[in-house]
C-alpha cells in the first residue's frame, strides 16, 4: 500500500483495482452445475441394463450368448459411470485415452490368452493323448 501512494495512486484507485481483481476472478472462477436430468436419465439406463442382467439369469440363457450378454451390460453400465458420474465426457481426449485404452488393451490381451489357451490344449491333446 505504501508503495502505491509512492507510486501517485490514491486509497481509492488501489481499493478500486483490488475490487476489480475480484469481479474478474469471481466471473473466471465460474462453477459448472450439470442438470439434474442428466443424472435422472443415467440412472434410470442403469436400471434398465441392470435388469436386462437380471433377465439374462430369469430367462435362463446359457453358454456363450449368456456370458456375452452380462459382459455387454456390464461394460454398457461401467462406461455410464465413468462418463457421467466421474465426469470423464467433459475431460480433455488425454485423460479420455488415459481411462479407456487400458480396459480395451486388457480385453485384446485376455482374447489372444483365449486363442492361445485353445492351441496348447490342442497340443497337449495331440501330443500327450486325450488323457485318463
Given at each position: 500500500?505504501?508503495?502505491?501512494?509512492?507510486?501517485?495512486?490514491?486509497?481509492?484507485?488501489?481499493?478500486?483495482?483490488?475490487a476489480h481483481d475480484a469481479q474478474a476472478a469471481a466471473t473466471t472462477d465460474t462453477h459448472?452445475?450439470?442438470?439434474?436430468?442428466?443424472?435422472?436419465?443415467v440412472w434410470a439406463w442403469l436400471f434398465i441394463l441392470s435388469t436386462c442382467s437380471y433377465l439374462v439369469d430369469y430367462f435362463g440363457i446359457h453358454g456363450y450368448l449368456r456370458w456375452s450378454l452380462i459382459l455387454i451390460f456390464m461394460m454398457l453400465k461401467a462406461g455410464l459411470i465413468v462418463a457421467v458420474f466421474m465426469h470423464m465426457a467433459w475431460e480433455r481426449l488425454a485423460m479420455m485415452y488415459a481411462i479407456i485404452l487400458p480396459p480395451i488393451l486388457v480385453l485384446v490381451f485376455v482374447t489372444m490368452m483365449v486363442f492361445e489357451a485353445d492351441y496348447t490344449l490342442l497340443t497337449r491333446i495331440a501330443f500327450f493323448g486325450p488323457g485318463p
Amino acid at each position: 500500500m505504501a508503495e502505491a501512494t509512492a507510486n501517485g495512486l490514491g486509497q481509492h484507485a488501489l481499493h478500486a483495482t483490488h475490487a476489480h481483481d475480484a469481479q474478474a476472478a469471481a466471473t473466471t472462477d465460474t462453477h459448472q452445475e450439470h442438470p439434474i436430468k442428466l443424472y435422472l436419465v443415467v440412472w434410470a439406463w442403469l436400471f434398465i441394463l441392470s435388469t436386462c442382467s437380471y433377465l439374462v439369469d430369469y430367462f435362463g440363457i446359457h453358454g456363450y450368448l449368456r456370458w456375452s450378454l452380462i459382459l455387454i451390460f456390464m461394460m454398457l453400465k461401467a462406461g455410464l459411470i465413468v462418463a457421467v458420474f466421474m465426469h470423464m465426457a467433459w475431460e480433455r481426449l488425454a485423460m479420455m485415452y488415459a481411462i479407456i485404452l487400458p480396459p480395451i488393451l486388457v480385453l485384446v490381451f485376455v482374447t489372444m490368452m483365449v486363442f492361445e489357451a485353445d492351441y496348447t490344449l490342442l497340443t497337449r491333446i495331440a501330443f500327450f493323448g486325450p488323457g485318463p
